[in-house]
């Protein structure tokens, strides 16, 4: 692809003894979490946009080649749903500029009873400078319509892909030259984990959908009981078997 692999947020009192061992002070959590995945992705951005400084503190903190993709701040897709975005979107990018060459793609997720509406989302893709990366998961079914399909791709914004289930709850379109997947819950047990079958299908959708050479961020958001970490190192497993590149320390 290549892939990065890794999951939503890193800071879950519930992964000590899973990813982090018992006695490593929380403040060393990232540092940690860096030598297992090559990417996270900061949730904590779209609860409370944190300043540039804390977004350069943890540039420092990871090494380099690091990807930090940001989920955009709630204010933006939840409260002003999408209006007047040019405010929002130009905060966002000046603190999460601290984060240097670490910054990966920005997460646009629109609530779920948003409806789809061309005008807006094609507007508030016009604020990102040209060549970020932007990511978009919509959660409402109208949605998946030739002409979101059509905005998508003339700003080379991603269809986040995701998952809950074991199943896709996304149309499978290819929007742009880069993919982004989010895996939410699974079916196996203990909940809320993937099963082997569920991660190597998911493994042949994006081998079929991208070449190797293509960046795809693959990011699992099922927390839980330490979940998304075991469910995140099975799929690069998953993917390194199936012959794709991952990267990763």
């Known amino acids: 692809m290549p892939l990065f692999v890794g999951t939503s947020g890193w800071q879950y009192d519930d992964w000590r003894g899973v990813l982090y061992p018992p006695k490593t002070p929380r403040r060393l959590w990232l540092e940690e979490y860096a030598t297992r995945f090559a990417t996270v992705e900061n949730n904590n951005a779209f609860y409370r946009l944190p300043p540039a400084e804390t977004f350069a503190d943890w540039r420092a903190r990871t090494p380099e080649g690091f990807v930090m993709a940001v989920k955009a701040s709630r204010y933006l897709t939840h409260l002003k749903r999408l209006h007047d975005p040019q405010e929002p979107v130009e905060r966002l990018l000046a603190a999460a500029t601290g984060l240097g060459p670490r910054l990966g793609p920005i997460l646009l997720q629109l609530p779920p009873t948003l409806r789809a509406d061309t005008l807006l989302l094609d507007t508030c893709l016009s604020c990102f400078p040209a060549g970020t990366r932007v990511a978009v998961e919509p959660r409402h079914a109208s949605w998946w ?29 290819r929007t742009t030259g880069w993919g982004y997947l989010r895996f939410h819950a699974g079916r196996a047990q203990p909940t809320p984990r993937y099963g082997q079958r569920a991660l190597a299908s998911w493994t042949a959708r994006v081998a079929e959908a991208w070449p190797d050479e293509a960046d795809v961020y693959v990011y699992f958001n099922n927390d839980l009981g330490g979940a998304a970490v075991l469910d995140a190192a099975a799929f690069a497993g998953a993917a390194v078997r199936a012959g794709r590149t991952v990267i990763g320390p």
């Open 145 to 173: 319509t030739p002409a979101v399909h059509a905005v998508l791709s003339r700003h080379a914004a991603a269809l986040c892909w995701a998952d809950r289930d074991s199943r896709p709850v996304t149309p499978l379109w």
